[in-house]
């Protein structure tokens, strides 16, 4: 496989959110793509850890971030970016949850884009983000893209996980999803996701409500009758280096899925 990949993380969604917010998105993803109701994230299913594992395919114990606040690896693993820099894929970041910015060395990255959540508000930003990943895709036809969208999590630490806020949120979400998928090249593959759930106005626990997360694979390439089974966030960095055709870092633990 020689493909592009645009990888869309939205922050707290819960699987279950899908059918309540009933997005009609969700349904033709489901209908021509993988998808994945009960895949895993990792302990703590706190953002920063559970990202920096989607991105080193390694737990946290492994990697070391244990809360929101970064601090460089005592062992240091090559993660998503470093590996397809190695292979000499051009990769873009757009994120609107600064504490993203230490995902991957800034030599593995062509174009990073930040806007401020909390100064314009996790709804404004998720437009404004999506936006100007849009134009860096139609002007500069990268290999690998990560879309972060924050507003949902912001929404389930105010009101609740669930709640009729919390849906709506989930339902804008996937409106800056379809105006993105709406407005690149059909020649990139999908991959939607996210990177813990919540319960209450809170997340973080071993309870499934926290640890389950949704997952889509749609693309060209793929086959959307294959089932997958015990999925974990780890598995996405090798999923995604094989489908841009390098190879995943030696100390990678999880699997690629396709």
Known sequence: ??????????D???PDSLEICNHPLIKKMKETGIYVAEAQTVMPSVTLPCLM??????PPERHGILTNTYTPQVRPINGLCEQLRLGKKSCGLFYNWGELRDLAKPSSIAYSCF???????????????T?????????????????YLGDTDEVGHAFGWMTDEYIKSVYESWDCIEKIISSIPDDYTI???????????SHGT???????????????SI???????????????????KLLDVEAADEWEGKSLL
């Open 223 to 241: 086959n959307p009758t294959i089932e997958l089974k015990n999925v974990n966030i780890i598995d996405i960095a090798p999923t995604i280096t």
């Open 191 to 201: 991959i939607i996701t996210s990177d813990h759930g919540g319960h209450d106005r």
């Open 1 to 10: 496989m020689s493909e592009k990949v645009l990888l869309i993380l939205v």
């Open 53 to 58: 594992s989607l991105f080193h395919s390694v």
């Open 206 to 220: 071993d309870i499934p409500e926290d640890m389950t997360i949704p997952l889509f694979i749609n693309g060209k």
């Open 12 to 14: 707290g969604m819960r």
């Open 115 to 129: 806007v401020s959540g909390r100064i314009y508000t996790y709804k404004i930003a998720n437009v404004k983000i």
């Open 131 to 147: 936006d100007e990943a849009i134009k860096y895709i139609n002007n500069s036809n990268p290999d690998f893209i990560f879309l």
